[in-house]
């Protein structure tokens, strides 16, 4: 693990110094586990709103003639406490008063004309499929590596990873992690699930093998999702834009739900406007509508399973590229995590995602970065569709977006940066 400067280390002090987050508690930024709200899509009462932007609001209480804060006008008209302002996009994470009707509540304030728009906190869920078949050797990731390395320049570029966080214990690992950030505790941003240490070992150790993808980039952990895998898009949200301020250059975002989300895509836009790429999986469930995968500008990844599409890929008409998502094993925490319940071996396991997918094309990403660094993230994108190996019919298709990344190509000198984005 790198040494943590001072002032890194206050700042994340200062964001961390909640009380621990109990479950039942719904009047803080983010419950300590999400998954007793899957099934209804949103954490209770919580949600999401912009306001127009005044500093100072006319108070409700003596016909506007008194200014009060955005937040006392929120409590006094509507009886809604801010949870938390997220910066430096200003949307503020609200919760209804438990005397309070939701019913009643939201649908008045989206008629406030201090308000521009107000949306539920949507849970998202952890793409993760681990792999039963122990006995395949090697991986494509690993393969690619050897070939990829040359066209690497020395020079190093931080990936956020934002997931379920990275043990910094693994050996293959510690020198290239960062100080990170833990959205639940003012612990470290280890890693209690097993996901997010394996994504990790994907992109910058070869699964604890080989030096790895991009064996010069910096792991910066951002822990979003809980040991179950489950987060919210307050978390999400949070989490990009201390990402982007932290210095990532590339995010990779491991999470998808059903619902789309406005302050999500806004999210999405002012890390692109800062030059972060964002590369998200497509999912594992099929579904057809799945985010943040599915918004403009963030590329969204299949798997492949050898040369074809995998089972369990979604086909959409959002999906950007495809990569090996089958039987991929990397680093895993030692000890007893979450996926061990669901086989994942302890120190190395094997996963069938497009999580995977997704950290082949993050490494990829940062790669051309490092080869152009005055290229937008819209160039990068464009660079990776156009260099991809068409599969499937002619141009793109739903199943396998552009076609199979091509590190080689990719990484050739450009010719043209104009094409095939989305």
Not at 93 to 118: F, M, N, T
Not at 228 to 250: F, M, N, P, R
Request: charged share 15%.
């Amino acid at each position: 693990m790198k040494t943590l400067s001072l002032g890194l280390a206050v700042s994340l002090l200062f964001a961390c110094q909640a009380k621990p987050l109990q479950l039942t508690d719904l009047n803080i930024a983010h419950p300590s586990s999400y998954a007793s709200f899957a099934d209804i899509q949103a954490v209770p009462r919580q949600y999401l709103l912009k306001r127009t932007g005044e500093a100072m609001i006319g108070s409700p209480s003596n016909d506007g003639k008194r200014l009060i804060s955005g937040s006392d006008y929120l409590a006094q008209q509507y009886g809604v406490q801010v949870l938390k302002v997220i910066e430096p996009i200003g949307f503020e994470l609200i919760s209804v008063h438990p005397d309070r009707r939701p019913e009643e509540v939201i649908p008045a304030l989206r008629k406030d004309k201090h308000v521009l728009y107000v949306e539920p906190n949507y849970i998202r869920r952890l793409q993760v499929r681990p792999s039963q078949n122990q006995s395949a050797s090697g991986s494509p990731l690993t393969q690619m590596a050897a070939t990829a390395s040359s066209k690497t320049p020395g020079v190093s570029g931080i990936i956020a990873i934002l997931d379920t966080g990275i043990d910094s214990s693994e050996p293959t690992l510690q020198d290239k992690i960062l100080p990170g950030y833990n959205l639940f505790s003012s612990l470290e941003p280890n890693d209690d699930s097993g996901h997010g240490t394996w994504m990790a070992g994907l992109i910058a150790s070869g699964g604890g093998t080989s030096s790895g993808l991009e064996a010069d980039a910096q792991l910066l952990p951002v822990k979003v999702l809980d040991r179950d895998g489950y987060g919210s898009d307050a978390g999400l949200i949070e989490g990009i834009c201390w990402a982007v301020t932290h210095g990532a250059k590339v995010i990779t975002l491991g999470m998808a739900g059903k619902q789309g989300s406005q302050a999500l895509e806004e999210a999405v836009q002012y890390a692109t406007q800062q030059g972060v790429t964002l590369v998200a999986a497509a999912g594992n469930d099929g579904q057809s509508n799945s985010y943040p995968a599915a918004i403009a500008g963030v590329l969204s990844v299949g798997a492949l399973d050898g040369n074809t599409i995998a089972s369990f890929s979604p086909q959409a008409s959002w999906l950007s590229v495809v990569a090996p998502g089958s039987n991929l094993t990397s680093t895993t925490p030692q000890g007893e995590v979450s996926l061990s319940s669901m086989g994942l071996s302890a120190g190395r396991g094997k996963i069938s995602s497009t999580t995977g997918s997704a950290a082949y094309v993050a490494a990829l990403a940062l790669m051309v970065k490092k080869q152009h660094p005055t290229w937008t993230p819209g160039q990068i994108r464009q660079r990776i569709q156009e260099s991809a190996d068409d599969l499937g019919r002619p141009g793109r298709d739903p199943q396998y977006g552009f076609g199979r990344v091509n590190f080689r190509k990719a990484l050739a000198p450009a010719t043209t940066t104009q094409g095939r984005a989305r």
